[in-house]
């Protein structure tokens, strides 16, 4: 089975990525540049294992609106450039997928995957709130994957296929894991923002005053910056400033916080950190299904997460430990850092299940499983 996957460019990462490899990145081929990609692990629990592996023979992977490198594409193939989406078609062409996975279907209208040429199976990976659901035609695609339980629904209900689908263990993690000089003593990276984390942002509220309480509290947060008032782009320096009044994110947040991490960098913080802090988003309601159960297990720390239903296969105060308060969370916190060995054996196990129960191999297994049924 020949498989294409795609995903967008996430300009807040793509910038993080051409700022930490501005000195090399243009002097690159096409196939350099995507493997740098790749080897800087960014979203890697969802890229296919084939494409980890490089197996350019049977997987393609492309991120199909990132400009820099698909102009690279369309000049080593003699391509004259129109347009991205013509070059994503180009690609598509020339590869010649049994089976196209699209990892960002809300990119790209149903009209331009209707449009795609050759006649390749069509899968798409989605799992977002409602509003950006109801946006996407997944009626196109032949399958819709998702890690959310509550977003399976029958043919027959909804007018698509819907297949349960998750994350899985990057075996690049496993070196990280090894580490046992840990001087962080809890940590959250993530996304900081306005709407779809109201629980989760007041939780950090709470969390960031373990800094002032003798706790080695790391928080790496991507946030937007809102102001309260609007003015004109156009308008001088001084009234700018003069109205520049932050509304988003609280000042607190903004004191205690550093630069957000990704890709590679993030298995490096955590495999520094005794503890990982984790919030679900409010969506996904008592789903525990987020990247950040897999990443911190991944990587050898000890998760301890909100109370709900998790992954088959992650069992509670065996493979991690949750809590059900902030003051709760708090309380174990201390504890675990106060019976360190104990805090370890808990990592190792939730590392050791994540390995044997979400790997790669049965995730490629898995989706092979699906393209199958269709």
Known sequence: MRVFQFVRKVPYYI?????K????IDSLSYQDMLELYLNDRFYSAHILYPILKFDWENAAFVIWDYERIQKKWAEENNLIFKSLLEILYAQIENFKPDVIYNLHPISLTSKEIKSVPGSPLKLCWFAAPLASNQSI????YDARLTNVPFDI???????????LFNPAHDPAMDKFAKNEERPIDVLF?????????ERR???????????????NLVIALRFPIQYKNYVPSGAPNFIRKMFRSIDFPPKLIRKKSIEPVFGIDVYSAISQSKIVFNASVDFSGKYKVNMRNFESLGCGAHLISD?????????ADKDFSIYTSMDDFKMKARYFLDNINESRDIAKRGHKTVTEKFSKDIQWDRFKEIVSDL
Do not use: A, C, R, T
């Not at 910038?15 to 700022?19: G, P, S, Y």
């Open 15 to 19: 910038n993080h990525f051409e700022n």
């Open 153 to 163: 629904k029958s043919k027959e209900e909804v007018g698509f296929m819907n297949f």
């Open 137 to 140: 035609d997944f009626k196109v």
């Open 307 to 315: 109370e709900g239903i998790y992954p088959e296969g992650l069992i």
């Open 189 to 197: 990276y993530g996304q900081y923002l306005p709407s779809h984390f």
């Open 201 to 215: 942002n007041d939780y950090l509220l709470e969390l960031v005053k373990l800094k002032d309480e003798g706790v």
């Open 21 to 24: 490899y501005k000195d090399i």
